[in-house]
């Protein structure tokens, strides 16, 4: 899953084996929690009734699902009737099974040609045993449930309804325990079987699951009753259908076995589909050249999912949040391929990590997402090396290193001891510090050796679950190393390692490099000793001119000799970026010339590493701003953002009072205007996808950071032409035209804003006029945009945008955070219930120790009380003291920078 979201169940199954399937009762209203069909069942107290902690108990396997479903979109309520083929291990007298927000209304097991009535245990939240009046035998035995339950407006999660065009479409999103919303089964990810899956839907409409159609009838009540193909064993989280007046493209057939790939989008938005179409059918037969394995299912649609966020592997029909892959015709910017291209290729790499070989249990999340991430670089790398996702990878690398350096972040490999724990598994920690981890390991095994440890493992455990275990012993066999050590350092432990290197030369003796370790801690975080005195096994790759080693500081300090005739004057300590840690190795000195010796993507991560070191206390921050100027000219792209991102702090994180901003805006103006002004707004003919790319980083940190008067005025213009004619802008400006305009706009843009939002069709360009509404620094005006996302003018999932806009403002974050704390209860209300912990960002931005109090006054019982809300609260708290104390330390350093650069213009 790329941080997002699927479609609807598909189920459906014969009332008897091979019989036909039975009428099923329309939808009606559906009842709250999982309820009785009958009463409950024997003693309470009798051990095999009370419900399990958390996992199910194993001593009652599913062999096979044959579940049954009427869907109608714009209907809130769905029935169904699944059958479960189960493998009844010892003898039992109860059956617990997941389920969540179901009405069981009538249960029944048969067993050896014997039916024995069932009688419901109504449980809390997420589980429900199924009691018989004499215990199940061990061996085979086939359950059978009648019930309904409910399609969310409000969520995207379980089976939902979304709304497009005035036409209403349902979809599912299962991962990681939303299944047990749509059917009571084992809604665990080592529960691994075919299903065999039948939708109900109104005749007209059109139903999509993980498999081909296998038959398909009307009948005379009006329903047409669709059944799907059995799948290949599948967990339950990876099963996804989808139901509405859905259009299918055919993209044609891909991959070794000529398999057949489209597109669905909603109706009459085909137009918008060209590059999904164009670009799907590309991406599978190199990973199929990578892994040495076919395409292991039987199709592959991809879905536009209006609402949905984000996107989701399941098997054979891969969903979408519509944004990602429509886009109006001529608008398909270079970020927008280049965005959708890596969120396919993550996807579509699932198909081998996590479809064909699945974690089993939520610990090991990483194996599916970490690895998805990691494929993704690999492949644009030789795919489009033009793209520059080496760098991309570097900056994600950043990202990670900045969550993992909060105590309070996750392990990669995090215990699971609650619902809590399986949601908040899909972070930056799982996903870039995984991937981060697994490109440093593979490097320092060698890359070669890596991949045949991949080929292994995943034709070792095809179709099957496996655990972080089973994939270091067949990575550790092929490299002929046992990684598994080291590799658990990273996985078991949170923090980064920050490294020291010294190199040694002495007369008569190889050179070596000096290595040391500890855990990096910024300033404002409270360690422990026992944090302090962590250890690493670090893969350490240093490179210098005719030369290149690694070797593994696994304690506190080693020294590693250096192959090299005579003491090399170049020694870079984390050769091409690829080692998960901050490096303190004199950076600056390397990057005060413009760091001609190093790579692009050792430039950047040395700027992460100066930046790191600061924040930790260990560098006075005017050190980091001096060797801006000369990055600043880089030729590379990804370098000047870099860059961007440093001089944007200042401002963003408040280091300079009122009377030095004149110099800093001065100073940003000088390092990127020249640049800017050569570029210009307008796209020349034939100039390159990274010109177009650099030319938005640059207007935009010149409107935001310098206030550049003649950027605001253009984009004032250019966002009034866009509004009169989406046609008349270049669309690779327009997001900078519509934010910068809107920055420094006054009550009559935003009115015109709101204005065309409200009259706008095309989600699309919905989003762009909502972001710019949510940009305003004048908090009365963002206050008034906040106040939109209260009524009911737009759907609540985007109207969020509106607040979370006005969190990223300097000026406006007050109002925000007053804002929130004023209608908190509303706000959590109208969002999706697992998004409703987002909330406590507009309290982690304040960056003001003397808000602290307040904040964890105001929302920690209230994050406690949603889904993932614990370790969002602490993690929000942590950021809120940790800017706050970098602030503190560093505004003096920042301020003489400016007053020395004032001084010598």
């Known amino acids: 899953m790329k941080r997002l979201l699927p479609l609807l169940v598909l189920l459906a199954c014969a009332t008897e084996r091979g019989g036909p399937t039975p009428p099923v009762p329309q939808p009606g209203p559906s009842a709250n929690p999982t309820a009785a069909a009958s009463t409950t069942a024997p003693a309470a107290d009798a051990p095999q009734t009370q419900p399990p902690a958390l996992r199910l108990p194993d001593g009652v396997r599913p062999v096979r699902y044959r579940p049954t479903l009427t869907i109608v979109p714009d209907q809130d309520g769905f029935d169904g009737v699944i059958e479960i083929d189960l493998d009844v291990l010892a003898a039992t007298p109860v059956v617990w ?46 359950l059978r449930l009648t019930y309904s339950g409910r399609l969310s407006r409000r969520d995207s999660a379980g089976i939902f309804q979304t709304e497009e065009g005035g036409r209403w479409y349902a979809s599912t999103h299962f991962e990681p325990i939303d299944a047990r919303r749509a059917y009571p089964c084992f809604d665990e990810p080592s529960s691994k079987v075919p299903w065999q899956l039948t939708l109900r839907v109104k005749t007209g409409q059109r139903a999509f699951a993980n498999t081909p159609v296998e038959s398909q009838e009307d009948g005379a009540d009006g329903f047409t009753t669709v059944r799907f193909a059995p799948t290949r064993p599948l967990p339950s989280y990876l099963t996804a259908f989808a139901v509405g007046p859905w259009e299918r493209i055919d993209a044609g057939k891909a991959g070794e076995g000529g398999i057949a790939v489209g597109v669905i989008v909603p109706q009459r938005l085909v137009l918008q589909a060209g590059w999904a179409k164009e670009i799907t059918p590309r991406i599978l037969p190199r990973l199929e050249g990578w892994f040495g394995i076919a395409y292991p299912f039987e199709k592959l649609d991809v879905i536009a999912v209006p609402l949905a966020r984000g996107a989701m592997e399941n098997v054979g029909l891969v969903t979408y949040g519509s944004t990602l892959l429509l886009v109006p015709p001529g608008e398909d910017t270079p970020a927008f391929r280049r965005a959708q291209a890596s969120v396919s290729t ?8 996590g479809d064909l070989v699945t974690n089993a249990w939520w ?49 990669i490999r995090q215990p699971i001891e609650s619902d809590d724990d399986m949601l908040n598994a899909f972070d930056a920690i799982t996903y870039q510090k995984g991937a981060s981890v697994i490109h440093m390991f593979e490097q320092f095994v060698g890359p070669e050796k890596f991949r045949r440890g991949v080929q292994r493992y995943l034709k070792a455990h095809a179709y099957s679950s496996a655990t972080a275990s089973d994939f270091l012993s067949d990575v550790s066999a092929e490299a002929g190393l046992d990684i598994q050590p080291a590799f658990s350092t990273f996985l078991d432990q949170p923090g980064v390692p920050l490294v020291t290197a010294q190199l040694r030369c002495e007369p008569g003796k190889p050179p070596r490099l000096e290595l040391s370790q500890e855990r990096y801690v910024p300033l404002g975080a409270e360690a ?38 005579r003491c090399p004057t170049d020694v870079v300590a984390n050769a091409g970026a690829a080692g998960y840690y901050h490096l303190s190795a004199h950076e600056e000195r390397l990057l005060a010339d413009g760091a001609r010796r190093l790579t692009p993507a050792e430039r ?23 060797v801006v100027p000369p990055l600043a000219r880089d030729p590379d792209r990804h370098v000047v953002e870099a860059t961007i991102a440093v001089a944007s702090q200042v ?7 009122e009377s030095e901003l004149p110099q800093y805006r001065r100073w940003v103006h ?30 935009k940190v010149l409107g935001h950071a310098a206030d550049d008067p003649e950027v605001v005025s253009e984009a004032r213009a250019r966002a009034q032409a866009w509004l009169a004619d989406r046609r008349a802008v270049d669309p690779t400006v327009v997001p900078v035209a519509l934010t910068v305009a809107a920055e420094h706009g006054d009550r009559a843009f935003f009115d015109a804003l709101h204005a065309a939002a409200g009259k706008e069709g095309d989600r699309h360009h919905r989003l762009l006029l909502l972001e710019a509404m949510g940009s305003f620094r004048e908090p009365a005006i963002a206050r008034d945009a906040m106040r939109v996302a209260l009524s009911s003018e737009f759907p609540a999932r985007e109207a969020i945008t509106l607040v979370y806009g006005a969190t990223h403002s300097v000026e406006a974050r007050g109002a925000a955070y007053d804002f929130v704390r004023e209608n908190f209860g509303e706000l959590a209300g109208r969002l999706p219930v697992r998004e409703a912990a987002g909330l406590v960002a507009a309290g982690s931005v304040l960056c003001d120790e003397s808000k602290r109090a307040e904040v964890e006054a105001f929302f920690r019982e209230r994050m406690a009380a949603l889904p993932g809300g614990p370790r969002r609260y602490a993690q929000a708290v942590e950021q809120l003291r940790t800017c706050a104390a970098f602030r503190a330390a560093q505004a003096a350093a920042v301020a003489r920078f400016f007053s020395a650069a004032r001084a010598s213009r």
Request: contains cysteine; hydrophobic residues 45%; charged residues 25%.
């Open 97 to 142: 099974l997941n389920a969540q927000d179901l009405q069981i209304t009538r249960a029944e097991a048969r067993v050896g040609g014997v039916t024995l009535a069932g009688r419901v245990l109504a449980q809390p939240k997420d589980l429900v045993g199924i009691v018989f009046e004499r215990s199940l035998p061990a061996g085979d035995a086939t």
């Open 346 to 353: 993550h996807e579509l790499a699932h198909m081998w990590f």
């Open 528 to 565: 422990t000793p026992e944090q302090r005195q962590q250890v690493w096994q670090v893969p350490v790759c240093a490179r210098w001119s005719g030369g290149r080693t690694c070797a593994l500081l696994a304690a506190k300090s080693a020294s590693a000799e250096l192959p090299a005739k």
């Open 670 to 699: 000088d390092l990127y205007a020249s640049r800017a002004r050569q570029l210009g707004w307008t796209p020349r003919l034939g100039e390159s996808d990274e010109l177009k790319l650099l030319r938005a980083s640059l207007l």
């Open 363 to 411: 610990d090991d999340l990483w194996l599916n997402e970490a690895f998805a991430t990691w494929m993704t670089y690999k492949t644009l790398e030789s795919w489009h090396p033009e793209w520059g996702a080496t760098l991309d990878r570097v900056g994600a690398r950043g990202r990670a290193l900045a969550a993992d350096s909060l105590l309070t972040a996750r392990r």
């Open 604 to 626: 950047v991560a040395a700027l992460q590493d100066l930046v790191a070191l600061s924040r930790a206390g260990k560098l006075s921050h005017d050190e980091v701003l001096r």
């Open 651 to 657: 401002r963003d994180e408040k280091l300079l009072g």
